[in-house]
């Protein structure tokens, strides 16, 4: 049950449906969560800012719907495992690399390393040990693509 009503495209502004029509397009759909946030354009305006700004980074798509299942099965997040398994998909993971990513594992050497320090992120809310850098840094990230990590996580 949601606390805070989504925002019904037919009763919206103008801004807020350009919004949705984008969302719509990219996703085919436009989620909940999303038109939740439109109850301040500026909240919606900043996610889907951070989302495009993070899209044009230097990790594949693949990567960044990895990181967010894995971090959904941390949180116990149903709603964002739901929704990161379609995208993970049509980022073109298989069924073995959806549930691996859930667990924060990937048969590739380097993303299991990113998955690995995703998880130490959210289960050190943040605090990684030297060790934990070390690794990322190991397997092949610069210190540009770990903040990037961060930034999915």
Known sequence: MSRIPPVDRNTTNATIRKNFDAIQKQLGTVPNMMRTMAQSSSVLDAYLGFGAALRTGRLPV????QIALAVAEINSCDYCLSAHTALGRGAGLSNDELTASREARA????????????????????????????VVRAAGYTDGDIAEIIAHV
Do not use: I, M
């Open 107 to 134: 048969v590739d050497p380097k993303a299991a390393a990113a998955l690995k320090f995703a998880r130490a992120v959210v289960e050190r809310r943040g605090d990684v040990r030297d060790q934990d850098l070390a």
């Open 62 to 65: 693949s990567l960044h719907e």
